[in-house]
């Protein structure tokens, strides 16, 4: 098995993009702390080797993408490859009914999944997303309102939640520290 990966370019900064026959396996921002350490994780998950490229789930992401930040997508539609267990595809999936421009905390999203007692579960499996902006992450804030937990970096996660709250017409208003 392949996968294909490219850089894509953002506002935010280079993105690898990965993907294989069936999908988009991982989009990650390269200055990722963990990035290499996920790819070399994914293809052993895959038992897979990673190769430059592009196949049409890439094409697909680089335009959507480019549609997102020009502020013409709220969802992405491009097939997803997801990797993990169970559990985490289902805290995934959960992910992306967290509508565009809004938050969800923590506790709110362990309570939509019906599973308060795992909620430092569901936030690893946050953190372990390998799909960053399709699968939006960044929109899980602190039950105190703070942001938290965001692998590329708080300053990232705050700039996609300005980004997205514009469009929508609402203005972020976090305790930062």
């Known amino acids: 098995m392949t996968i294909h990966v490219k850089h894509i370019q953002t506002p935010l900064g280079s993105m690898y993009g ?11 921002f390269i200055d990722h702390i963990k990035a290499d350490a996920g790819l070399a994780r994914l293809c052993k998950e ?25 502020k013409k997508r709220t969802a992405f539609s491009v097939p997803l490859h997801l990797t993990g267990t169970d559990f985490q ?14 938050t969800w905390t923590y506790k709110q999203q362990a309570i939509r999944l019906g599973n ?7 936030a690893a499996s946050n953190g372990q997303n390998k799909h960053a902006i399709v699968i939006p992450c960044h929109r899980v804030i602190g039950s105190n309102g703070k942001l938290t937990g965001y692998a590329a970096g708080l300053s990232k996660k705050e700039w996609l939640l300005k980004f ?12 930062f520290e």
């Open 89 to 102: 595809k289902t805290v995934w999936k959960g992910l992306m009914e967290i509508p565009y421009g809004k």
């Open 46 to 70: 895959l038992n897979a080797a990673i190769l430059p490229g592009e196949n049409e789930h890439l094409l697909k992401l680089e335009v959507e993408l480019q549609e997102y930040f020009g």
């Open 164 to 175: 997205e709250m514009d469009k929508v017409g609402q203005t972020l208003e976090l305790p």
């Open 18 to 28: 990965g993907a294989d026959d069936q999908g988009i396996c991982f989009i990650e």
């Open 116 to 122: 308060l007692p795992a909620i430092r579960a569901i």
